[in-house]
């Protein structure tokens, strides 16, 4: 299945790109070249291959978590790790023109210990 969706969508963007070409020479239509209305057909090509990708990833990552619970409360527990160190990293940076004892001693009273 997913040889037959890739090569369908390889050939569909083949053609694609092939009428572009065309639309932007001129000389195969009635209506001469349409180069905006070429330009505006990559960029909606372009736009539409990035959202498919964005929306695969998005997919392939629910899936992942659905199949897999263990290991997605794992990765839940590691981001919330990675959340909090961050958020430690960013007080000190908001104070890092103080000397250390300052920063310190700021840092300490914002994390509440």
């Known amino acids: 299945a997913i040889r037959t969706g890739f090569c369908g969508s390889l050939t569909t963007f083949a053609s694609w790109n092939s009428q ?11 209506l001469g070249t349409q180069i905006f209305k070429a330009m ?7 736009a539409s291959a ?16 659905l199949t897999n619970p263990n290991l997605a409360k794992e990765d839940d ?6 959340n909090e160190m961050t958020m430690k990293a960013n007080r000190l940076l908001v104070h890092r023109g103080l000397p250390d004892f300052e920063r310190m001693y700021l840092t300490h009273h914002l994390d509440g210990k």
């Open 20 to 30: 572009m070409i065309v639309m932007m020479e001129g000389s195969m239509t009635e």
């Open 40 to 46: 505006f057909g990559y960029a909606l090509g372009l």
């Open 50 to 65: 990035m959202a498919s990708f964005q929306t695969g990833r998005q997919v392939a990552i629910w899936l992942y978590r």
């Open 77 to 82: 527990l590691i981001r919330d790790e990675c």
